[in-house]
């Protein structure tokens, strides 16, 4: 079974991994981006009959990284949405789309063709995207993710204290650092709701770090699927072959 290099650089660290034509994952490493490099090279090395690397990059510079696979021949692609894709962008302005987000959709895509699916991953950024029945990428929304929401609170205001972000129920508040919990889980957890309930999806999947912590606290089914940007990379790598 081929195997190819498959690299997601986010906007505080970075994976990489190796993923095969089924879709499974291994040897998953998070690395910082200024190792992003040097690790990337050492992944190359101990995997030398891989058929090539993908990278999704919406947090750093690829210059020297590029320079690097072509000076050692490996064939690669830098996501964009100039990418020959397994799904259509129906975006306004697909230059500002992140590779992630083009990732993620191919990925569900591939996973539930021909339903109305929604994603929703829980980063640094909370996103919300929709990909139809006939895989169009139709667009979503953007909002701060569940630690952001606690450091705004905190920056942002004279006397609310730091939240780390909690793994609890959250109801109403009875103290201040109860109040900031619940309001941003529920705020959330409501948030999500209201997308499902408004555009009644057919799918909706949650991927990202916080996505199994959300998804128990639905109303309605989610599928958690973690990998869910590595399997798009790979599956837009096997399209552009």
Do not use: W
Request: with cysteine.
């Amino acid at each position: 079974m081929e195997q190819t290099i498959v690299v997601d650089i986010g906007n505080t660290f970075g994976k990489i991994a190796v993923a095969f034509d089924d879709g499974t994952v291994e040897s998953v490493s998070r690395v910082s981006h200024s190792q992003m490099e040097s690790s990337l090279l050492q992944t190359i090395l101990r995997h030398s009959n891989a058929n090539g690397v993908i990278i999704s990059c919406v947090g750093m510079e690829l210059s020297s990284i590029e320079r690097m696979l072509q000076s050692r021949g490996v064939r690669y692609i830098i996501l964009s949405h100039h990418t020959k894709l397994p799904i259509s962008i129906c975006y306004n302005t697909p230059d500002t789309l992140g590779a992630d987000r083009i990732a993620t959709a191919a990925g569900a895509f591939s996973l539930f063709p021909g339903e109305f699916i929604m994603v929703v991953d829980f980063g640094t950024a909370i996103t919300i995207d929709f990909i139809t029945c006939e895989g169009e990428f139709l667009g979503g929304n953007i909002s701060l993710g569940m630690r952001r929401r606690f450091e705004s609170l905190h920056t942002m205001t004279h006397k609310l204290p730091m939240i780390e972000p909690p793994y609890l129920e959250a109801s109403i508040g009875k103290n201040t650092r109860e109040a900031i919990t619940s309001g941003v889980i529920l705020g959330i957890i409501f948030e999500i709701e209201g997308y499902i309930s408004r555009f009644r999806p057919e799918k909706v999947i949650f991927t990202g770090g916080d996505a199994l912590f959300f998804a128990k606290r639905m109303k309605s089914p989610i599928f958690v699927i973690y990998n869910l940007l590595f399997r798009g990379l790979i599956k837009i790598s096997l399209f552009n072959e």
